[in-house]
Every structure is written in C-alpha cells, then in structure tokens.
C-alpha cells in the first residue's frame, strides 16, 4: 500500500473536519488537523451543526467529556453527514468505563450511518459486547482475539472498525490490516487516542471512497511522526512539541521508508 | 507611532482581561495575556459574568465554539462592561460559516456598544454584510477592498474595526492604520487569531481612551514576536512555545526597530 | 519526611483521578497527572458522575469556569467519593471574584465532606470568611497570618487546607507543614495553580490514609520539578514544557536532595 499517496491527498485537498469533541483534547484535535495540512473546525451548538458539517468533509465525534445536550447535537451532525454522504468517524472514548458511555455509544451509533468506529482495545470490545474492565479512558486488558473483535464488528455494522494499541487493527470493506508503527512514549501523552482518531477523520475525508485503507494509512503518517519524536525527547511534552512538527514536515521518502501498514 | 509605550502601560497596569471564548484555545487566549505581563480571567455563567466583568479592564468575546447560553452570557457581560466603561472586544470566529453565527453575531453586535469588531477578511465582510465565501473558521477570498470594508463599518457601528491576514488593517476614530508586521508560519498554528483578539482587549484595556492605536500596537508587539518565533524554529508546534516566549521576552529597542504600523 | 516514598506510591499504584474541572487548564491537569505516572480521567455529565467516582481512587473539583450545571455535578460526585471513602480535593478557584463563586464554594464544602480545600492566599482567606481584595484567578494581598488561617479552616472543616505561594502551608490533622520548593517562574505560566490540584488528588489517592503529608509531598515534587525547569529555560511556555518533563524524570536522588518541606 502506498501511505504517502494518502497524505498526498490530504495536503492537495485541504479537507474542513468538523469535531464534536471533549474539552480536554480539543486544541490538539485542531491541532492535529492543521499540522496535516488540512483545516479543523469545532462547533457543537445543536442550531449549527448541521450547517457546519453541511460545509466540511468529514465529521468526527469523540465523547471523552460527552453530555446528553452535545450527545443530541452529535446524532443531528450524524444524520447530516449521512446526507451530505461525508464519512463520520466515532472515537467511543471511555466506552466501558460507565453506563452512560455504553448507553450513548450505542445511541450514536444507532442513530446515523458510522463510516468508523475508533477504540482502544477495551472500548472496541465494549461496543462489540463483550464483558471488559476498563481504567477511565485508558485501555484495559481483552482476553479476545483482537482481529477477529474488530472484523466481528465491523461486518455487523457494516463499517470500519480501529482499534488502536501498540500494533492497530483496521477491519472494513472484507479488508484487515495492521499498523505497526508507533512508539511507547505515546502512552505518556494525553490525546494521543484523541489525535488518532482526528487524524483518521482527516484522511477518510481526503479520501472517502477508501476508508479503511486512508484509516490505516493516517496511523501510520502520525505513528512514524511519533516514532520521530521519541528519537529526538526524553519526555511527554518535548514528545509533544516534535510529534506535531515531525507531522508537518513528514515526505514521502520518510513515510514510504517507515511505514508498516500489512494485511493481518 | 510608539508602539513600546503601549506594551509598557500594560505592563504597568497588568489589567485584568475577562474572556467568554471558545473551548479550543481558552488556554492560549489566557496565556497570551499573561505572556504580555497582564492578568486573565475566564466565566462565563450568566450567574457571574456581570460581576467579573465589573472587576475587569477589557471584555474579549469570541464565539468560536458559541452556544446560545454563551451568548446569552455575552451579551449580559457586554453591557456591564458598557457600565462600567470598559471597552467590548468581539472575534466574530466563523461568521459567514453558519446562519446561526451570522445571527448571534449581530444579536451581540446590536447588544451593546462593542468597541473593536475583530475577525479575518472573509468574517469581517460578512458582518460588514457582503457576501462570503468562507471555510469554517479560516479566511475565505474577499472581492473587496479591505480598508473601505473595515473603514465602512468603523463609521456605521461607531468602532473600530480590525481585520487581520497578512497584512491587518485598523479602522477606527477616523483613524485607518495598518500593521505590516507577522509570519505565514501563524497560518499553521491554531489559535493565533484568537490570541491576536486578547491581544487586542489586552492592549484597549491598558489604554481605553486610545483604542484603534492600542490594536495596533497589539498587534504589531504579537506578529513582532511571531517573526522572532518563526526565524527559530521550523514546525507550528516549536513556533508556538517561542511566540509566547518571545512576546514575554520584548523590550523597547526590538520592539521600536521592528514595527510597520503605518497610516493607511 | 521522605517525599520521594509518596511519589513511589503513585508511580506504584497509579491512581485513576476524577476531575470536574475548568476549560482553561484541563488538559494540564490531566497532563499533569499523566506525567506523574497515575491515570487522570474528565467527566462532568451528572448522569455518569457518581459512577466514574466510583471507579476512581480521587476526585478533584475546580471551581475556575463553574456553572450551575456543572457545580450539581460536582456535588453529586462528592457525595459518591464520600460512599466510596476516596479523599475529594476542592480548589476554590476564584473565590472572593464574585459572589457566585464564594456561594458556589460554600454550596460544595456543605454538600459533602471534602478532604482537601485549597487555593491561594486570598481564595482560602475568603472561604475562612475575611475580607479580601482578589484580581480574578490571581492571588490579592491578605492582612493575616496564613498558618493560623489555614489551621483554623482544617480545624473547623475538619480537613486538610493547602494555601499555596511563594511558601505553601499545609494544615490538617493537626499538623502543619511548609513547603518552600519552588520558583517566581511560575506565576507566569496559566494553570500552575490547578495543576497543584491535580497534583495534590493523585498524591492523596495513592496515599488516602495520609492526606496532608502526601499533599504536602505531591507540592514539593511539582515545585522541584518546576524549580529544575526554571534552570534551564527562559520564557513560560519552554519552561511548562520543561516542568511536565522533569516531573516525568524524578527520582529519588533529585528529590530528596531539592525538598524543603518542614513542619511549621
């Protein structure tokens, strides 16, 4: 698969991502965007969502800080990417750690066409059903088998299915492909699920006929940057700094030479 | 123009600047503040926000993330700050993008006597009422000519107008001056029109009876530091620890040798 | 004291803490805690509160954007750390700005039992019922003996009361200690005192059993890490990146040679 091909898009297209996102990440969810090349908006107002996604090219939904109000507006943004035929890409951020997450998970993604669900391995399996113990946002141990998780999903939604971790697992379209780039210090930074996830609405909006494959090929763009900047720091926020500017100043030589996109 | 005197009466003063802003970059809008030697402060429940803004110097409102219950508490702060005299500094972020901030921004605009109306070309021309083509919260092309837009609706509402982009135009007072300062690097980084409207209220709040002077002077002492930051460093990430680094570190002689505020 | 034995315990034990916390700081915060080696974890929906509390080994609550809304939440997650017997610490965040706040904070010191109150000298001086001259979210002057009302506060609250400054006092259970870590830099940086909170949750989450040792500890960690990135950096944002970082790299050499906490 040619990784850079994807990000190439990225740059050439500018794609506007529409968010509804938490309060915690949400700078570096724009962020993200933007070192990509592409251009970030945030709203969540239930009289403008549909507007603004009506103008954007990909929708991305995270409930890491969700309440019942901004739930709503995402269902409507939802329903209005499904109309505009733009993807929406899910992150069930702290699936398993409540009810209500578990509840309003289901309820999004009942409520509208998903083109991606996007987890860690304890939320895919939440959402796939099964029992798990969860630490907050951060993944707990699945004692399953994590390919055959996400494929079970995603043929059941007809969707794709992410689940993130050190290798991620992209099943979609018959397809199932792993990444495995990436970097432990990751797991020190707050966001980095967030910003996966921001990442991979930005190049399923870039390109939206090959959504699995453009999933796979954004995780492995922000993993090599990742990989990057844990070469150049010692700790989380100087990881911070670079993996941002490793982002922005990524070609395709260095993509084509460090990605390890295969099928599972 | 001496732009160091008005660096150094907030400086002096350290006024306290209240801001009802966005989500995204509430922390930078504070931050940037502070960076310049003053004091930040963000409320916004409508139970409170009367009496911040009664301890304040400035009132920065931005509806980059707006709901109508924020904007309810935008217009209450608006006219506290009409009472106690302070000056009303209102990023229209997004206008043009949506019916509803179009709307909202109006309702705000009609609110109260709002000193500076700040956006970048494509959101200023929408309030100026002209028609936009626009991309979520980035500029959009403008068939006009900035100065008369700006210098047009300066007269209509009786404030001073400022459009910021490559080169920010300030309209006020019968007064058209224009700040050549700034660094395209800015456009890579999210946030940066944000900082530039707290910027703003920062430098109106210090010197109130000065107001299209005291923007430019922000301006000119932020996009200074910008291209301080950007000779620096190569990705977004690393310019923006050393834009607020470098706004924290300007003295007189950088300050003075450097600015290209000029009359229109 | 050995201080390094409290951080070993929550580098141990990894505490997962709940904040209902302000927008402006939140990602610090939960960097912050993250850096530290522990599990932060931002949920405010009054629907999942109490059950995210449940799962939790602290509860942190920051008054610095409150609503309505937000503050029930509070009390309800309060009251659900009480249940489960986790220690609940409670930054006053703008106590004295306004009446709002100063009722607010009464409001969730009554609706519960909170085991830390902290703030600066001016918030906690409010909350003790003087008089104060406060500037926003920054600390005013206070006409008094700091120890003696931060002593009387623990005593008549029956908690622990951290007053945080150029020399922090930690009272409670009867004891009193200083702690004279840290550096003028910090005044500078947005969010330094929310991030002490934050600190002070996850110290007393690995360490419930005693609370104002371990804040007291968490305060010298935190300002021996800011102390160290003082040193190498010049301008507030190259120093926040460097604190989060020398948090990440202490060890027990570093701090028990930098700690200067001492009883009184």
């Known amino acids: 698969m040619h990784v850079y091909s994807f990000l190439h898009a990225v740059r050439e297209k500018r794609p506007l991502v529409h968010h509804i996102t938490n309060w915690v990440t949400i700078f570096d969810c724009a962020q993200v965007v933007k070192s990509f090349g592409a251009s970030p908006v945030m709203a969540h107002a239930p009289e403008e969502v549909a507007a603004m996604t009506g103008i954007a090219s990909a929708l991305v939904l995270n409930i890491g800080t969700l309440t019942t ?25 702290g699936a398993g750690a409540t009810a209500f997450r578990d509840e309003k998970s289901l309820e999004i993604l009942n409520s509208a066409k998903i083109a991606v669900i996007k987890g860690n391995a304890s939320e895919i399996a939440r959402v796939a059903g099964l029992a798990v113990a969860t630490k907050g946002v951060d993944a707990g141990a699945v004692a399953a088998d994590l390919a055959e998780v996400a494929a079970g999903l995603a043929a059941r ?13 992209v099943a979609g379209d018959g397809q199932l492909l792993r990444v495995k780039n ?3 210090m990751m797991a020190n930074l707050v966001g980095t699920g967030c910003m996966a996830t921001s990442v991979i609405g930005t190049f399923a909006g ?25 070469r150049k720091t010692k700790g989380p926020a100087a990881f911070k700094q670079e993996l941002f500017d490793c982002i922005f100043a990524l070609d395709e030589k260095l993509v084509e030479s460090m990605q390890k996109v295969t099928p599972a």
């Open 69 to 93: 109000p901004v739930v709503e507006a995402m269902k409507q943004a939802a329903v209005a990417a499904n109309q505009k035929g733009i993807p929406v890409v899910f992150d069930v951020c």
């Open 157 to 169: 939604r007809a969707c794709t299915v992410v689940i993130t971790g050190p290798e991620d697992i």
């Open 182 to 184: 990436g970097h432990p």
């Open 206 to 230: 870039a390109t939206p006929a090959r959504v699995p494959e453009a999933a796979a090929a954004g995780l492995a763009c922000f993993e090599i940057a990742a990989e990057q900047a844990a």
